[in-house]
């Protein structure tokens, strides 16, 4: 079937540390984005990277298309950060248009 | 740009009752949609909006959910004869074709509690 899979499912960092999230999807991507989703559950975006590479601060994505993963790297890590991340495509073979495929998630949490 | 509001934040309702929930898109945003999420788990897609035209349905949307948008503005979220099962998130998202591209963004929820 159509799937988004992220790894790993949880991960502890020190602050400070670096980290780096992988999404593997299932077929060809036509939006592929990354997601914090906060505490109170507000889905914020991060990057819209259906391919190619993007740096926002302390966060960068890079999607390769051709081999079906897209990473998202945090340097530097913050408490701040801590939170699930989720990466969501919508795949092309899914007979869907707009529909986001979304992955499980992977809970991020930043010690102090 | 106020963003995607969503109206309720909380809803607590009793079995078998029936709930509406209103999603205000981004301003211009001609394309809206809804998902459910569930706890632990990723939002799942449920259904989709060009304007006023639902152009698309999940097979979780079942009989006792109904979605409307009468302008092209608002969106409505109807769940009738609610069930345990129905407890979760409701997240409204819309996007605007942009250079090609079509991202997603998302409301703060509305988050269903079934008694």
């Known amino acids: 079937g159509i799937q988004v899979e992220q790894s790993p499912p949880d991960l502890i960092l020190q602050e400070g540390a670096n980290s780096t999230l992988r999404c593997n999807f299932s077929?060809?991507?036509?939006?592929l984005q990354w997601f914090h989703q906060n505490p109170w559950g507000q889905l914020i975006n991060l990057f819209y990277?259906?391919?190619g590479t993007k740096q926002n601060g302390r966060l960068s994505a890079t999607t390769v298309a051709t081999e079906r993963y897209s990473l998202l790297y945090i340097s530097s890590s913050q408490t701040t950060d801590s939170g699930v991340y989720f990466c969501?495509?919508?795949?092309?073979?899914?007979?869907?248009?707009?529909?986001?495929?979304f992955g499980s998630g992977t809970q991020l949490t930043v010690l102090p | 740009d106020t963003g995607v509001s969503q109206d309720p934040r909380h809803k607590i309702t009793k079995r078998g009752q029936n709930v509406t929930f209103r999603c205000d898109p981004i301003s211009e945003h001609n394309r809206l949609y809804w998902y459910r999420q569930t706890l632990g788990q990723g939002p799942e897609f449920l259904t989709y909006f060009q304007n006023e035209a639902q152009l698309e349905k999940s097979r979780l949307l079942s009989d006792r959910f109904s979605a409307e948008r009468p302008k092209g503005s608002f969106s409505t979220l109807e769940i009738q004869r609610t069930e345990q099962g129905d407890s979760a998130m409701y997240l409204c998202a819309s996007s605007l074709r942009s250079g090609g591209t079509y991202e997603q963004y998302f409301g703060p929820g509305t988050r269903l509690t079934v008694t």
């Open positions: 077929d060809s991507v036509n939006n």
């Open positions: 990277i259906p391919s």
């Open positions: 969501a495509a919508v795949i092309i073979s899914s007979g869907s248009a707009r529909q986001l495929t």
